[in-house]
């Protein structure tokens, strides 16, 4: 049995993706930190599943009569899983280091009081702008302090969660198209505590920010997060693809 299953969801990501694949890939981490990796897809009509499918190594699970919103896609990842640790994160990310992040896991996370684990997000440094530092400075400040006073709280770009207590809290609501990420771990949190680990870090494509703005995303978070805590669904239909 591995000791982390590393669960990707993935539309239509065929330009990102192969990045991340490379980095998780590498055989001497794979067999010092016994993880499998799963891609959830969810009807990509790109060459994503031709290229995740030349990665050895890499399971691959689809749909391929129907789409799948995110939270589906994560949960389908979930049950063919093996790991006692889910690491959830998204097709568009980087791990700034990802020795260092395994090492945490293995020497701060595994042994400790812990139920689920959230880390910084920040955007690839390559296409980092001013904006990108003031956002995410304040947004993972945002994350941290929400998780100190036992909110719960954690982006999809980075969730990792003990397997006992994901399907304790019933894993990823699937009516929410948006939202789903911070309504697990409001779940959670009535398991088992919830570390921010600052001194880990995922990278992120700016591409919707870019495109969207700001304001109109963290305007689309605030109106899910409360109609989440509120009225159990969110406002989206929909989260919107930006590739």
């Not at 969810?42 to 031709?50: I, K």
């Not at 190594?57 to 009569?65: Q, T």
């Not at 703005?213 to 930006?242: C, D, H, M, P, R």
Request: glycine share 6%; charged share 25%; hydrophobic share 40%.
């Amino acid at each position: 049995m591995e000791r982390y299953s590393i669960i990707i969801p993935a539309l239509n990501e065929e330009k990102l993706l192969p990045r991340l694949l490379n980095q998780l890939t590498d055989p001497l981490l794979k067999e010092k930190y016994n993880y499998e990796i799963i891609i959830s897809d969810g009807r990509s009509t790109d060459r994503t599943v031709e290229i995740v499918k030349s990665f050895s190594g890499v399971l691959v699970v689809y749909s391929e009569n129907e789409n799948q919103n995110i939270a589906e896609g994560r949960n389908k990842g979930a049950k063919i899983a093996s790991g006692e640790i889910f690491i959830f994160i998204n097709a568009d990310v980087l791990f700034k280091n990802a020795e260092k992040f395994f090492h945490y896991m293995e020497n701060q996370f595994i042994s400790s009081e812990y139920s689920a684990l959230t880390c910084k997000v920040g955007v690839f440094p390559e296409e980092k702008i001013f904006s990108d530092v003031v956002f995410h400075w304040a947004y993972n400040n945002y994350f941290r302090l929400l998780n100190f006073i036992g909110i719960g709280m954690g982006r999809g770009e980075c969730q990792v969660i003990r397997r006992e207590a994901f399907f304790r809290a019933g894993g990823y609501n699937e009516k929410l198209a948006a939202g789903e990420d911070f309504d697990l771990f409001k779940r959670v949190k009535k398991f088992g505590k919830i570390i921010f680990a600052g001194k880990l870090c995922v990278y992120e494509s700016p591409r919707r920010f870019r495109k969207i703005g700001y304001f109109n995303v963290t305007w689309s978070w605030i109106k899910n997060a409360f109609a989440v805590i509120l009225k159990n669904k969110s406002i989206s239909n929909e989260w919107e693809q930006v590739r």
